[in-house]
């Protein structure tokens, strides 16, 4: 049961949502022109295992950073309980991995390349978000990434597997969803300054220091009250 509990903390469920919102989006878009449910499970099952692949990578890699110690201040990662080896989070991470890869081939078959390239991108920016030689979310990119991976890559690449081709107006609408997304990211990193500054993890919070990225979270709130006023 440890180790079940361990690999549901390393899924970390709760983010889901992030993901969810996006995909339905772009789900309630396409149902104006069919519904289509196998495109639909699709779409939605490509974002669910992707968000649990991007939750694991940056499980093991903060620990292995040292970041996720005792002076952490949020909720205990899988690896840093320690439950689970290093050799099964790789494996875990790995069927992961292969079912992202699985459903990205079922995407390509019912679209076209342009889905691998797609996912290929994000994979890459889900794996150098926290590993890598040169992290971005290690040097205050952190926020502007989540941004566009769950903004319009999420949204216009969900829409493409439904056959709409992106507008002007769609690709606001999709910069929504990625900022409300940033919106967490920066919460966390807010609370983690001082832990990040050990571990010599630049966020932008740690750049910008307490007050200036709360300011910040402001300012985001209200470019997202914009972007809903302009799609309303």
Do not use: H
Request: hydrophobic share 50%; charged share 10%; glycine share 8%.
């Amino acid at each position: 049961m440890d180790k079940i509990n361990s690999i549901l903390i390393g899924f970390r469920l709760k983010t889901l949502p992030a993901v969810l919102g996006p995909i339905l989006i772009a789900v309630s878009i396409s149902i104006n022109n069919s519904v289509e449910i196998l495109r639909i499970a699709l779409v939605i099952s490509i974002g669910v295992f992707l968000q649990v692949l991007v939750n694991l990578l940056n499980d093991m890699q903060d620990f292995n950073n040292g970041l996720d110690n005792q002076n952490r201040v949020g909720p205990l990662r899988a690896s840093q309980i320690g439950n689970l080896s290093r050799s099964e989070m790789n494996w875990i991470t790995l069927v992961i991995f292969i079912i992202c890869l699985f459903l990205g081939f079922i995407a390509f078959l019912i679209s076209s390349f342009l889905t691998i390239l797609v996912g290929l991108v994000l994979f890459v920016l889900a794996y150098s978000y926290t590993g890598g030689p040169k992290p971005y979310g290690y040097n205050g990119l952190g926020e502007l990434g989540v941004i566009i991976v769950f903004g319009p890559m999420t949204v216009l690449g969900s829409l493409y597997i439904f056959d709409i081709n992106p507008t002007s107006k769609l690709l606001l609408l999709s910069i929504i969803p990625g900022i409300s997304a940033s919106l967490i990211i920066l919460i966390n990193n807010i609370r983690d300054i001082e832990n990040d500054k050990k571990g010599e993890k630049n966020t932008i919070a740690v750049i910008l220091g307490e007050k200036k990225s709360r300011l910040l979270y402001y300012f985001l709130v209200i470019i997202i009250m914009i972007l809903l006023s302009i799609n309303a």
